[in-house]
């Protein structure tokens, strides 16, 4: 097995400071909460960024402050979100791209989101592909369902992404793929040979499809845009906090935990 990459998911674009008062929000909040995170073990961490009434916003400006504040404290690695929030047109979704992060999401297919919809159709997924490409991105295949992973390869075959891919399998959104182990198993075997994967469970889902991924070799991703709560009824402190009990589950499965440059060579990001 390769060593085991954590991804932090710091914000999110729905979490708000109602929710849990430990969210980061700013720049300099979100930068604290990063290289927090990369001490804890983190060799990603995706991001998401808020304007200060703590509304989602794809701002390349607040990325990029967001982005240099990270960078100038650790070497982890950095995945954009093009996600963005649900409502936001494809030019608004995309803007990070043009800072060349290392990383971004491509969500490879729509999907209900609670009372909402995650618009991905096929025409957003190849130009999401094709910016990728041009600024040379390597993209994070958010599956949230197992359809989604047959609409990646109609990418591959189109030239637009290359193998070896790396999915986000995102389990347990209300509209998506139940968070179950079964499901866990059905989608990491839906994926072809030679490609890496990590597990997004959301909410009580983070933490067993977490370890899940730990025993069959998968890769994993905690924090407060998956999952707010740290038991049942008790708030996480902090997203590393989350880290930490990754960490912790790796270390008694005697799964090591990789740097970002370990992390960079097993996703082959160049
Ligand atoms: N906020 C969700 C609507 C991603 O980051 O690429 C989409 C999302 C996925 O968070
Ligand atoms: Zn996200």
Redesign the pocket.
Known sequence: MDKLIITA?LT???VTRELNPNLPITPAEIAAAAVECYNSGASIV?L?VRNEDQT?TQSAKVFEETINRIKDQCNVIIQV??????GMTAEERLQPVALRPEMA???TGSVN?GD?V?LNPPAYLEEFARVMKEHGVKPEI?AFDVGMINNALQLVKKGLIDEPLHFDF?MGVPGGIPGTVKNLLHMAESIPAGSTWTVAGMGRTELPLGTAAVIMGGHVRVGF?DNIYYTKGVLAESNAQLVERIVRVAEIHSRPVATPDEARAILNLS
């Open positions: 998911a999110g674009a729905e995706h998401h989602p979100s093009t996600g963005g929030a649900v999401t491509l969500s989101f909402d995650f958010e995102v845009e």
